[in-house]
């Protein structure tokens, strides 16, 4: 994300050179809260059932509205839910319930 070099999603979604210098930091920062989310749910046997509903709630009312406000940050999500990523494909069908992408 630092250098903003054209990446795997860039590449896949064709992001224009000059779109890269945004492109690139958003949709590391897209990542980091997916991570986060997939910690969450391949723990949420042993996670206190609070904790969970709150990182749902979190993901519902922060990460879904932010995604949706940006088409790139959409077109990325579509391209996860599409391929399952390298995700479990089980995670991906909750993401897709956190973060519909119409």
């Known amino acids: ?9 860039a590449t896949a ?12 930091p958003k949709t ?26 709150s990182y749902t709630v979190w993901a519902t009312e922060v990460v879904h509205p932010w995604v949706m406000s940006d088409p790139n940050l959409q077109a990325v999500m579509r391209h996860i839910y599409r391929t399952n990523d390298l995700m479990d494909k089980d995670f991906v069908d909750w993401l897709k319930k956190l973060i519909p992408i119409t």
């Open 28 to 53: 590391g920062n897209l990542f980091l809260q997916i991570n986060l989310l997939e910690d969450v749910f391949q723990h949420r046997d042993i996670l206190d059932p609070k904790r969970v509903a």
């Open 13 to 24: 979604l064709a992001v224009p050179e000059s779109e890269l210098s945004a492109f690139v």
């Open 1 to 9: 994300m630092r250098y903003g070099i054209r990446g795997p999603f």
